[in-house]
């Protein structure tokens, strides 16, 4: 079990000018000031196109970076998990939608329990026994909010082709213990194609199901309440689809190297700050032409390539992983050193699964610890 907040090696720094730099590593980083400037860009963005956020939790997991986004203008928060969703209600959010579908006993149980509790909870589906067991658990008197999950590409959950989603749509419509949400329709397999051109050709192809589906359901006389997806690769090509009411970016509050490459709005500039960092201290100098660290295989993620150094290294040096503990930062030039003890910060390869390491964040405000969050939506049970 993790130790209390006020328990923590770092909470004597709370407040001290310059306490970014003494902190006790690994750490995660969140530098309030770009995290603040991210949440306002994609807010104002929003509000000028029209389009809504329910920004997606997986990346952030904290139900304190849920409200806040929420108090920027958001509809709510998605997540992942039936355990997120847990987190995030009992903390207080609203508008919770849970982007997997949930199709074990238990699983149903409790969201069936949390339903009873929430404010605007919706859940996805995409087959119609799992709709079928939805519907026996749930309970007329409060019923559940269903959204049809459509499959645009991802290759995950999502029914394939129109007549099959207008008769799952009508078998939610037939039991009085479930409503009848929306729809939601995510490609993650697009979101991280670095050229502007090349993610808006795939995800035009892509999106050819949605919009087949809107059609028909329209001329029907069906307009779904809600059409939600996207990410934070595609936000501004989803918003000229005009296929969607909301979208459900995550990363570009924090960003990660793998954003970072990628050219978000056709504009060969960067649209957000990395505001997300780990920090780790020089533990061993002992070898010519590298330094080692305490940061290894445990603190990032490791399925997208390496960290990328932001802070505190000689010019050229870089980052790679040398072990469960242990990090190495090699010099591009001879001569090149670092001291023991010395700290540097760097961007991690891939947020989500970063953040997932880690029970709280050191939100940092120039070079000075602010705060400790925790990390409360984090893991799975």
Not at 221 to 228: D, F, N, R, Y
Request: charge should be neutral; hydrophobic fraction near 40%.
């Amino acid at each position: 079990m993790p130790p209390r907040l006020e328990d923590r090696p770092n909470m004597r720094l709370l407040g001290q000018a310059g306490s970014r730099q003494y902190l006790s590593t690994p750490a995660l980083i969140l530098d309030l000031d770009a995290f603040e400037a991210n949440v306002a860009a994609m807010a104002s963005w929003a509000r000028e196109t029209g389009i809504g956020l329910r920004p997606h939790a997986k990346t952030h997991k904290s139900s304190r970076i849920a409200k806040a986004l929420i108090a920027a203008g958001a509809k709510g928060s998605s997540v992942a998990t039936i355990s997120e969703a847990e987190a995030f209600v009992d903390a207080g959010v609203g508008g919770v939608l849970i982007t997997s579908t949930l199709v074990t006993g238990d699983k149903i149980a409790r969201l069936v329990a949390l339903n009873d509790r929430a404010r605007d909870l919706m859940v996805i589906a995409d087959d119609p026994g799992n709709v079928e067991k939805l519907a026996g658990a749930a309970s007329a008197a409060k019923p559940l909010n269903v959204m049809i999950d459509v499959e645009v590409g991802s290759g995950r959950t999502g029914v394939v082709g129109t007549a099959s989603v207008i008769n799952l749509i009508e078998r939610v419509n037939s039991y009085p213990s479930l409503r009848f949400a929306g729809l939601q329709a995510y490609n993650g397999s697009v979101q991280a194609i670095p050229g502007h051109s090349d993610r808006a050709a795939k995800l035009d192809a892509d999106l050819t199901p949605l919009r087949e589906l809107l059609a028909a359901l329209s001329a029907r006389g069906v307009k779904p309440p809600i059409v939600s997806g996207g990410g934070t690769g595609t936000h501004q090509l989803d918003a000229k689809s005009g296929l969607f009411t909301e979208l459900q970016p995550g990363s570009y509050i924090v960003m990660d190297r793998i954003y970072g490459a990628c050219d978000l709005r056709g504009s060969g500039l960067g649209t957000f700050r990395h505001s997300l960092f780990v920090r780790t201290s020089v533990i061993s100098t002992a070898k010519p032409g590298y330094v080692t660290t305490d940061a290894g295989l445990k603190a990032f993620s490791t399925d997208s390539g390496a960290p990328v150094i932001a802070t505190g290294a000689p010019q050229g040096a870089t980052y790679s992983f040398k072990g469960d503990e242990h990090g190495r930062i090699s010099f591009a030039e001879p001569g090149q050193s670092m001291a023991i003890g010395h700290q540097v910060e760097c961007v991690p390869p891939h947020c989500d699964p970063t953040v997932n390491l880690y029970d709280c964040y050191h939100v940092v405000r120039g070079d000075t610890l602010v705060d400790i969050w925790p990390i409360d939506g984090r893991g799975h049970w």
